[in-house]
Nanobody
């Protein structure tokens, strides 16, 4: 069974930075494409960023492009989301997810999800 555990969320002022981590259990981490999604109160879950199995390809939502960076360390079974120049509209619960087959922006293509970590950006 694959388990994903996010960490690194918290309260930060607008313009600040946070780095989220997602630790993945199991020996096959490098076989999963990974993604980050977020869900704000009253809104649907939305795509934030994705990274291919090797880390050679990355994808971002337009709303975070240039501010967020997704990366992975296959030796540590961990995927990261570095967030800079945070805005109040980035406030949400952030989830990491693993896909067995594709690197994608579609949440329905992801097979495993973490429990989420809260990010709150104050103005």
């Amino acid at each position: 069974q694959v388990q994903l555990v996010e960490s690194g969320g918290g309260l930060v002022q607008a313009g600040g930075s946070l780095r989220l981590s997602c630790a993945v259990s199991g020996r096959t981490f490098s076989s999963y494409a990974m993604g980050w999604f977020r869900q704000a109160p009253g809104k649907e879950r939305e795509f934030v960023a994705a990274i291919s199995r090797s880390g050679s390809s990355t994808y971002y939502a337009d709303s975070v492009k240039g501010r967020f960076t997704i990366s992975r360390d296959n030796a540590k079974n961990t995927v990261y989301l570095q967030m800079k120049s945070l805005k109040p509209e980035d406030t949400a619960v952030y989830y990491c997810a693993a896909s067995r087959y594709v690197t994608t922006t579609d949440p329905y293509e992801y097979d495993y999800w973490g429990q989420g970590t809260q990010v709150t950006v104050s103005s």
